[in-house]
């Protein structure tokens, strides 16, 4: 893991480090840069088998035999994992027998630990002498000795962790302080640079800006904008690394001078490396799950079970035998009973079943069991859990054991299983005068405190059931310690205590007691602060060379500039080309200005239209938030339909609300607008339709033949249970039918009133109220239109509210309830044809929901919104972005200042609508910008489209415009591939819930996955036009390879940093900073995938056709992590899956794999070098 930045030849020019000649001789092969690559490229294979292989097998079992040892074998089937081949095939993956031996997690991380070390040794040369030296040993002893303190002085085994010795108001206030004086002395950086240093200063000006837009934020609002304290505790445990840092690398730097940074980093990732190694080897892992009112005083790992004799005869102490699980298996194999002087009698193991259900024993049936709970119960067998158990359930292990006497007298054959004991049932059993409590249940360990639960909390988002938060209030026993407290832990909030770490893990309600519980995951771990502050050593380290490497190309590519400035000033330009170098951006610019004005203007309507703009304001809660309607019906009409607007009978396009007003108000003729998208031929006949055009159907059309469908999804469901691969293309689209109209019919359920007949009033109540009950408990709740009258109300659905209205009106003979008819009114006036009453009921109900605010909404961000969404700013910065890249194209052609500038015109106006679109988004989420799949989109977007843009102030050959406009484009593209399920605002599952995690983490390894992508895209660039075109002349080839180099760097800093971040995340959840979850797997192989293409690089392995084809296949990696993973459906971090994302990461890999072959096609084949040979013999 050497790292070099040099030129390509510095591997054999690199001057050693004087450590002997024969040390040197026989370091020289471990320190090679080629081993590095060599095992950066083992590390991701071994990755990528042990993420496969959690598909078929627990974490656990995959982390044991892949990532802790040495030899891992790897089997061939691993490569074909279900879910792709039958995305890809519809059909189960062909059985591939056999597989090989690779090395394992242990032996590549000592190799890299011995390559790390002997680069070290014989590559970096000490260069400083005297005071200089001894002083730079001095601070880096300094250093050494403050990183040693910062991490033990984490791990408290003798009580709390308490609070940092500077308050987190005080913290927070010294950090502002710091970002203020970084501020003055970058704008007096800015003041002091050169003139003629043009890119120096826009760069050192950005970051003034930025510097000052957050304090100026953060002053302005006081206490408010201060974080809380659970992100300030984690702020302030990277600040004592970063100190750490900042010391070491003073010292690396007067040591090693220009190469201190890299020495830094490397030791941070050497320290990262030592802690992944302690955990392995001491961390320990288990679980308390208490339920209210009861104290517990062990903690239980549930990986793995032991048979448990208590006896209670002492009333002062249990005394407690048990038998592991490892004596249980062994003795169900070999069928010789247990037996020991410890134990009251004799232990047979019948039977032993890692995973069970418990079942009836059947009438008839021979029972194994003769006695206990046995005679009631019986179990089966089931499959063990796999990676792809996404609901997390653990193995009910169970099994039939015949007790004996010593004297071998049998007590009878008895049923032991997890089932029973996690119900606290123990099995009594009598020997003698004496009686057991016996049970199978998961392994103990006793600790020397106690936790009582005295309550514990479920917050869910309104009108859910999707939790939001898990809190659980505590009393801590500890006599040992002279403590006796409450406390309380929530999620991402731990309790750190005696040298152990609980977490707020899960909560759980018994369904026959209705007794709440919680699960608390409890982490031994005294190195748990390692990662924070290696973390912060690779960051500054990283940070810090790069800063190096940028200075020194800045002054090279400034003094360049001036250089050709003078050069030109000699050729002044001719009048035509000066004045098409100004039309053509001025033209640009104003008609994307105009053609944005007219996308983002609100529509007016007359007093004789309805106005169904102001009614689109209106706010629902659904899917855990409150939105405009106009957002509900828009995504229920795209999950529909396929598109946000319908084609009405005058053939005229009508916005989706228009739709969901006539399904409330007039069903019937909502029932004959074409709205249904039915492509499937089969499916068309089994409902009666005939085929058009566009494929677009009426309800009314296909609605009486709603039994065939119904018959055939049935079928369909039971195939999808019995065998996943069975399902026909024609059953998935019934299923895909059957779930659209679902949608409708939830719809007007939540919004059509029941009927209620005078002659049956109470009955038709009755039945309403019953109905409405149910729709409350389906899987998706139901969309709440009408706000809380009261304090003591909540959201309801309109059918629900209007149906309570009516009891209270006419039964109770109590007042009406204000928003259920200010609503009733508006739907009345629209059914009633009239306008002029519709938008005065509008308006009327608009001000009452400003003057009462309901809970849970705020009118503002449902308003702005409702522009948005008719803004579309997606779609406009989508036709910019095309409008740019075929300008930039054009510059290739000819005229190619006036073209660059028009595309540079049209890509900055582009890229303000995209900033003003992700700002926008985090207005009206309240959140960063990326909390989803849809949104990381969006943002990898910007990424690109910014960094492209920035690469103008380097290079003015408008490459930067054109990569940041096809960036920009394509990635928008696949946002509105996401985006088609529905609501792209989706709340957040409690352990997600973090403001902190979202602005630091996500945004930072998306940005990684941003700048991945460019470099690709760019390495894609000097592929294609050096073989495909003429134009990748020597300058063009020289500034592509610069441009993925630089990138390249970028991307590896925020990837890194961001992934660690991740761990961090981890780390402050659930207790473990790298859990070998297919997504941290996936965020690790673009780490270590950048990291191979740059020592490749700094070790003359590539030079510039090497570097572009080893970026492109970065983008293979990115895709993997990002969408890949989620397709395999398994661990933590599954989430995003759905129908035609394997084809969309299948056709993603295979255009990096065609244009990498392009790539590799001989010099002499590539169109570009013929040209350059052809030009130099003329």
Known sequence: MATIDMSPDSEARDEQAGVGPLLNQLLAPLASLKLTVALFGASIFIILAGTLAQVDKDIWQVIDEYFRTSFAWIDFQLFVPPSFWLALFGTKPPQIPGGFYFPGGWLIGALMSLNLLAAHLIRFKVQANGWRLVSGLLVTLVGIVLTTLVVMSANNPEGLQTNPWVSYDALWWMMLGGLGLSCLASAYGWWKLAPEQIVSRWLLGGVVLVQFAVLSYCVSQGSAGRLSDSAMRILWQLTQGGLASLVLLAGCILVFKNRGGVVLLHGGIGLMMFGELLVGLTAVEGQMQIQEGETVNFVQDIRTVEFAIVDRSDPQEDKVTVIPRDMLVTAAKSGEPIIDDRLPFQIQVDKFLQNSSLVRPKAGAPNPATAGVGLEWAVEEVRPGSGTDTDSKVDLSAMYVTLSTKDGTKLGTYLFGLIFSSQNFVEPIKVGDATYDVALRFQRHYKPYKFQLTDVRKDDYVGTNTPRNYSSDVHLVDTSRHVDRTLKIWMNNPLRFAGETFYQSGYHMDPQTQIEGTTLQVVTNTGWMIPYVSCMLVATGMLAHFAITLLRFLRRTETSSSSLKAKAGALPASTLEQALGLAFPAVAVVVAATYVGMSASVPKSSVAEFDLYEFSQLPVVAEGRAKPIDTLARNSLLAISGKETYVDKDKKSQPAVRWMLDLIARPDKAFEHPVFRIENLEVQELVGLERRERFRYAPSEFLPQLDKLTEQAAKAHEAREQDPASVSVFQKKVLELEKKIGILDLLMQSFNPPNIRPESAKDDLIKAISQQRALMRRSTPPPLAVPPADAESEWDTFAGAWTKNLVKTTFLNQSADEPTEAFTRILVAYANDNPKDFNTEVSKYKKWLKEHSPPDLATTRTDFETFFNKFQPFTVTQVLYVLAFVCGACGWLGWSKPFNRAAL???????????????????????????????????????????????????????????????????????????ADGDTFVVLQAVLDTQFWLATHVTCITFGYSTTYLAGLLGIMYILRGVCTPSLTVDAGRDLYRMIYGTLCFSIYFSFVGTVLGGLWADDSWGRFWGWDPKENGALIIVLWNALTLHARWGGMVKERGLAMLAVAGNMAVTWSWFGVNELGIGLHSYGFREGMVQLVASIVGICIVVMAVGSLPRSCWWSLNRRNTTMIA
Do not use: D, E, K, Q
């Not at 910007?942 to 690469?951: F, P």
């Open 905 to 979: 015109g049209f890509a900055l106006v582009a890229f303000g609508v995209h900033c003003f679109a992700l700002i926008a988004r985090m207005y009206i989420s309240g959140r960063p910008p990326v909390t989803n799949l849809y949104s990381s989109a969006v943002f990898i977007g910007w990424g690109c489209a910014a960094l492209g843009l920035l690469m103008n102030l380097f290079y003015r050959n408008g490459i930067g415009t054109v990569i940041a406009a096809m960036a920009g484009f394509l990635t928008l593209g696949v946002a509105g591939f996401l985006g």
